[in-house]
């Protein structure tokens, strides 16, 4: 029964934490995954994983990718003129003329529009940095 506890808290720690650790590393969010497909999970650890991806460098490519991501929950709602905002202030973003900061207040903007509760959770989004579940 325990055993089934901490991986309800793994996956609701992954699930608010996924869209941050692909933001900054494409690879430990595949060893991540990878980790939570075994058959015993250790919720510290992936607590510290975590954690520790707030140390590697600001990656454009990854935060890009991190942010087509969540776009996709999105796409069926969203006007022909808020997607190309979003790609308007990605380019803008990838030439080094803006921030993180400007695209995810951008996303904010649409996660009011629509709301999403599974985004409305995430670290990547909300800047809070969830290490553990109670």
């Not at 991986?7 to 941050?20: F, G, I, S, T």
């Not at 919720?43 to 991806?53: A, D, G």
Request: proline share 1%; glycine share 2%.
């Amino acid at each position: 029964m325990e055993f089934k506890k901490i991986r309800k808290d793994c996956e609701e720690l992954w699930a608010k934490n996924k869209y941050y650790v692909l933001s900054k590393s494409h690879k430990v969010y595949l060893e991540i995954r990878e980790y939570l497909k075994e058959k015993e999970v250790d919720i510290l650890f992936l607590s510290e994983k975590i954690e520790r991806v707030s140390d590697i460098k600001e990656s454009k490519k990854d935060f890009r990718n991190a942010i087509l991501h969540v776009w996709g929950y999105f796409k069926n709602e969203a006007t022909e003129i808020e997607k190309q905002e979003l790609h308007n202030l990605l380019e803008e973003y990838m030439k080094g003329k803006n921030n993180q900061k400007s695209v995810i207040e951008y996303i904010n903007i649409l996660l009011k529009k629509y709301p999403n509760e599974y985004l409305q959770k995430s670290t990547l989004l909300t800047g809070e940095k969830d290490e553990t579940v109670a």
